[in-house]
């Protein structure tokens, strides 16, 4: 993965890369991929994340980031 980051999980999104966490459960602001995400600086090669698939992105950080098997709550 480029700069260390692995977003296939939960833990290693948290976990983030060499910069530090990819996600600050709950703000935007604060969630390096989805501030690079919105502005389609991610996905770096290849087709751009269409609106949906920014929606859900969206959605699941303002969530809390919610992991796999756990209801969000938003």
Do not use: F, H, Q, Y
């Not at 948290?14 to 991929?33: H, I, Q, R, T």
């Not at 600086?41 to 969530?63: C, N, S």
């Amino acid at each position: 993965p480029k700069a260390g980051l692995d977003l296939r999980t939960r833990a290693t999104a948290m976990k983030g890369g060499k910069a530090g966490a990819a996600v600050k459960p709950g703000s935007l602001k604060e969630s390096p991929l989805w501030l690079n995400v919105s502005t389609d600086k991610m996905p770096a090669a290849g087709e751009k994340l269409t609106d949906a698939e920014k929606a859900v992105i969206r959605a699941w950080i303002l969530a809390g980031a919610p992991g796999e098997g756990v209801a969000a709550t938003a």
